[in-house]
């Protein structure tokens, strides 16, 4: 649904749409974080806008098909927590019917601004794709909650048709009920990979292997977060009842190392079809290939996932501080109230380090009571069940940190790569040109290589190879940052030039 259009500013000259209702908050993200944020604000007395790119809230984690496939294409059995779902969309269809709450779907925010009296937010309207129109939002304060991105490492084969993230083939099942290849092969570290593999398994697809990086034994070093976490154990069994149904292999101190097309699995010329073959290896304590251990799987679509990377585009730009999330990359800095660096900027969820949809809607609450705080609305937040999220947040966080200290990327994995594997697909960089621009000391970090190579620098600005190049040429205890960029995603010329608004619109 979008935003109810002025029919004056209809008959205008081409423009940025506005509106001429107040808002107190804008939420940019309408996933777990941004759904329990923007329910809280609005209970509490807040009028408030929430925007996200998809057509329909719940974002990656509580993805569902169209609306009119819903009959047809039941995906309950892949979700879970669904009542937390229903009650959120429940309060926030309530405030929409009373005009609080102005919920726009299909809305690409490409950029944020601070000013005297709070921020500016500028989006793209797709309600009527290809048809595109700017949209300018303002209020006193701003929550982003957009989530985050699979964080890939490449490896040869790993540009064939067939190859997909993990987060993929699970978007491609919730969001249409399409189990993506017959022959799977999963791999990657962490426990994102299990529920995947159950839900394809689950679907019909015949779960070749699951390749996890890393060790089982690594949890026994840290049972105190698992303790005090009983539904993660709970979880955790669900999966392993359905893989052990399906007869799914769990293979750990495994990754896949390279993948191989049809043509090139039956000896004919040319560049190659679909994966047909993946080849898998166990591993030492680093990370590199055990001689003797490689192994030939046949295989028509390939799940790789080596956990996520918090989305900062709209952060970054505003001067937002960043902390180390534990887990090879940053995240937005917050304090207990998941306030950021900047007054009036807010952060919840995994922009602010992975850990999970529940850990997301706790900080989404957090983050609501903290606005109802700081801004002057009538009313104050219910104290006890304020405390109550702060204490889940830490719960919840704790086990974040324990996940990706067990579950971290093997160190010497760029041993898989051969110098004409490819490492930025949109450029077609390979490993070769960048170790190149690492000699003598030519590039010291991944923006230098971006420079020399041109690395980061297509359609997906780095979402895709930046983290591996990143690991190709920096430290080993350094974690990796994205570059700022002004335009967070991409738009038109004339969107953009719809955008120049002048100081008397409001919103």
Known sequence: MSEPRDPVAQAEPPGPVTTREPRDLVVVGAGPA???AAATALDGGLRVALVDSGAA?????????????????????????????????????????TGRLTLLLNHHVWTTARE??????HAVDRTRA??????????????????????????????????????????????????????VVLGGTGPFLLPVAAALAARGAEVVAVCEAASPSAWLRRPVPLLRNPAKWAEAAGYAGTLARHRVPVRTRTAIIGAEAETEKEGKEGQGGRV??????????????????????????????????PQLDLLLPLGCELADAGDGTTAAAVDDGQRTTVPGLYAAGETCG??????????????????????????????????????????????????????????????WLTDDTTVCRCEEVTAGAVRTACADDAASDHRQVKQLTRAG?????????????????SARDQPYTPAERLIATPVTLGALADSGESTSDHT
């Not at 595109?132 to 939002?137: M, Q």
């Not at 620098?457 to 040429?473: E, F, I, K, S, T």
Request: aromatic fraction near 6%.
């Open 116 to 121: 005297d009296d709070g921020f500016t937010i």
């Open 276 to 309: 047909a073959v993946v080849r898998t290896a166990s591993l030492d304590a680093d990370g590199r290939p055990l001689p003797g251990t490689e192994r030939r799987i046949e295989a028509d679509t390939v799940g790789v996932g080596w956990g996520f990377v």
């Open 354 to 415: 992975v850990g999970g949809a529940a850990l997301a809607v706790s900080e989404g609450r957090v983050a609501a009571v903290s606005v109802l705080t700081d801004l002057p609305v009538p009313g104050r937040p219910n104290a006890r069940r304020a405390a109550a999220e702060r204490r889940a947040v830490a719960r919840h966080r704790t086990f974040a940190r324990a996940m990706a200290q067990a579950h971290p990327l093997p160190p010497a994995w760029p041993a």
């Open 34 to 36: 941004g759904m329990a």
């Open 457 to 473: 620098m297509g359609w997906c600005q780095g979402r895709m190879c930046g983290p591996a190049v990143h690991c190709l040429v």
């Open 57 to 97: 809230p719940g974002g990656q984690f509580w993805r569902h098909p169209p609306r009119h496939a819903q009959e047809t294409l039941p995906t309950a059995d892949l979700h879970h927590d669904l009542r937390t779902y229903r009650a959120l969309r429940a309060t926030l269809s309530a405030h929409e019917r």
């Open 130 to 183: 290809p048809e595109e129109r700017a949209v300018v939002l303002r209020a006193p304060a701003l929550l982003v909650a957009t989530g985050a991105y699979d964080r890939q490492l490449p490896f040869p084969g790993w540009d064939l048709p067939g190859v997909l993230t993990a987060g993929g083939l699970q978007a491609l099942l919730k969001g249409g009920g399409v189990v993506a290849g017959r022959r």
